[in-house]
């Protein structure tokens, strides 16, 4: 990512997809998108009634720095999970796909992410208009060097028999290129999000339960700068007496239908400001 990442766009989409320029006139987007908006997509969510880590509680080590550079038994099943776990093949739902559309209807969009499987970069939207606080599945790193490349090398090395593949460069230690639990989020990755929170219009947090911090204090950043504040999420968040309007319906259904009102114009041609403040649940 590179930019500054409140500014509107402005021309075509830098990889080609023809994105007519965004309207300044039209209030500026911000969305944080929890695991809940990729459920429709096959991944399971973790904190939810039937999330991972209430069925496994095992499955924390996991993604836990400690657990995973000590103990080289949650490293083999965590290289496991990354080759047959469902994020692997997972593709993009309707409410990845509705972001894209609304970035495409010329509102100027920016999606604050914790999620590392890359979907919103899937369905359309360019890295550079994405920000992945938990950081990202798609890369390998090495703990010791630094080193990254493509998730898909390190699976090939795993499908052909390592079953906990070493850095080619220094025999250190591999992970996903994600912010495991003890480990600090990247700070300039956070200040841009802060940034985006506090610079947007309109803050729409989706599938997300806004009590991992800091992300969860996005929402009432941008609450407190005079955003409007919508939540579409099926659990009550803390967040939830800040908000303009709380969505309790589907997020592959309600997101679509939210984005599509926030992209029309008002009956006077100027932008939308997005529907009238409600409550769905």
Not at 176 to 184: L, R
Request: glycine share 10%.
């Amino acid at each position: 990512m590179s930019g500054d990442e409140t500014a509107p766009r402005s021309g075509s989409d830098p990889v080609g997809s023809g994105r007519p320029a965004s309207n300044p006139s039209r209030p500026p987007v911000a969305l944080l998108s929890g695991a809940g908006i990729s459920t429709d997509s096959g991944i399971p969510d973790y904190r939810g009634p039937n999330g991972v880590w209430r069925r496994d509680p095992g499955a924390e080590k996991l993604v836990t720095y400690h657990h995973y550079v000590n103990d080289p038994e949650i490293r083999r099943r965590a290289w496991r999970v990354r080759l047959t776990g469902p994020a692997r093949h997972a593709r993009p739902n309707a409410a990845h796909r509705a972001v894209v559309e609304l970035a495409d209807a010329g509102v100027p969009v920016r999606v604050i992410t914790q999620n590392v499987d890359g979907l919103h970069q899937a369905a359309g939207m360019p890295d550079r208009e994405v920000l992945e606080l938990h950081g990202t599945a798609r890369l390998f790193e090495c703990v010791d060097c630094g080193a990254r490349g493509p998730m898909a090398d390190a699976l090939a090395r795993v499908e052909a028999g390592e079953e906990d593949p070493p850095c080619t460069l220094c025999a250190g230690i591999l992970k996903s290129a994600t912010v495991m639990f003890g480990q600090a989020l990247d700070r300039e990755v956070l200040g841009r999000a802060v940034a985006v929170a506090g610079a947007s219009a309109v803050f729409v947090a989706v599938g997300t339960s806004l009590r991992v911090q800091p992300a969860a204090s996005l929402a009432r950043i941008a609450a407190e700068a005079g955003a409007r504040l919508i939540i579409v999420n099926a659990e009550p968040t803390p967040c939830d007496a800040l908000a303009d309007e709380v969505i309790r319906e589907p997020i592959g259904r309600a997101l679509p239908a939210l984005l599509a009102e926030l992209a029309a114009p008002a009956p006077d041609g100027t932008a939308s400001g997005g529907p009238a403040p409600t409550d769905r649940g």
